[in-house]
């Protein structure tokens, strides 16, 4: 008895198929796409950070700068000349726009300084003030930058300005 023995019939990998390796495949690219569709659209965005106007100083002028909704906001400081341990009255005007002013942040450009924020109050019309001191620093001319803080839309703004005080 001849038995002819005959080698199996290979076919290209190509054209073997796999259901379930197809199914992994998908999804793994829709977790994928998912995850970067969520990371660019829907993460959630640090605050806008307007640009500074160097040319204007609030210890001297009132400064405005336009706001990214369309609306303005001013700043106005006093009394002028800006002295150190006195009283500081601050008035922001907000217009055109829904943002809401919150706080202002002083800081020192050039020379370092504790945390100094005022709380603003609203006063109707889009004006918010509130009233603080700066303290004594120790080299005799200070560049302070007040940042306002405003929210608009579950975002938060900040608006920089600038001014200077002699000791």
């Known amino acids: 008895m001849n038995v002819a023995i005959q080698a199996p019939v290979l076919t290209p990998r190509a054209t073997v198929t796999c259901p379930l390796c197809a199914l992994v495949g998908a999804l793994t ?35 405005a700068m336009p706001l990214p909704d369309g609306g303005r906001i001013e700043f106005v400081l006093g009394p002028r000349p800006v002295r150190l341990l006195s009283p500081l009255k601050l008035e922001i005007r907000v217009s055109g726009s829904n943002a809401r002013a919150m706080e202002v942040d002083f800081t020192g450009v050039n020379t370092p300084m504790a945390f100094n924020r005022a709380y603003l109050i609203p006063s109707g019309n ?42």
Request: with cysteine; glycine share 8%.
């Open 29 to 63: 690219a829709a977790v994928v796409l998912a995850i970067l569709a969520k990371t660019l659209f829907l993460a959630p965005h640090g605050p806008t950070q307007l640009a500074l106007d160097e040319s204007c100083s609030i210890s001297s002028e009132t400064c």
């Open 126 to 167: 889009g004006v918010y003030g509130a009233q603080t001191s700066l303290p004594v620093c120790a080299t005799g001319r200070m560049v302070w930058q007040a940042t306002i803080l405003l929210e608009s839309g579950g975002r938060q703004i900040l608006a920089p300005f600038r001014f200077e005080t002699n000791r």
